[in-house]
């Protein structure tokens, strides 16, 4: 059974840092790409970040040089290292992981397989 399960979310204050973690079991990690997107209240789900299986990374222009995602596939998990938050990346917070196909070129903005259930990421201005 596929578990994703984030977490470190929380409260924080404008400029300050948070280090999300997404533990993964039930599939074969190293060969997924692994995604983060969140959700505001009222808004559509947006693509944050993702990691291919063999590191290619990708940032929304929003976060890019502010987040950094990483992955540690001896661990199964993935992390959203988000530093100089501000009040508008507050959102809920979502892994996700999506199959890649050897010789298919994986969209990290696309469908993904699996998803957690979300961690809330509140920053106050």
């Known amino acids: 059974q596929v578990h994703l399960v984030e977490s470190g979310g929380g409260l924080v204050q404008a400029g300050g840092s948070l280090r999300l973690s997404c533990s993964a079991s039930?599939?074969?990690?190293?060969?997924?790409?692994m995604g983060w997107f969140r959700q505001a209240p009222g808004k559509e789900r947006e693509f944050v970040a993702a990691a291919s299986r063999g590191g290619t990374i990708t940032y929304s222009t929003d976060v890019k040089g502010r987040f950094t995602i990483s992955r540690d596939n001896a661990k199964n998990t993935v992390y959203l290292q988000m530093n100089g938050l501000k009040p508008e990346d507050t959102a809920a917070y979502y892994c996700?992981?999506?199959?890649?196909?050897?010789?298919?070129?994986?969209?990290?903005?696309?469908?993904?397989?699996?998803w957690g259930q979300g961690t809330q990421v509140t920053v106050s201005s």
């Open positions: 996700a992981a999506d199959r890649q196909t050897y010789g298919k070129t994986w969209n990290p903005r696309g469908e993904y397989d699996y």
């Open positions: 039930g599939f074969t990690f190293s060969s997924y790409g």
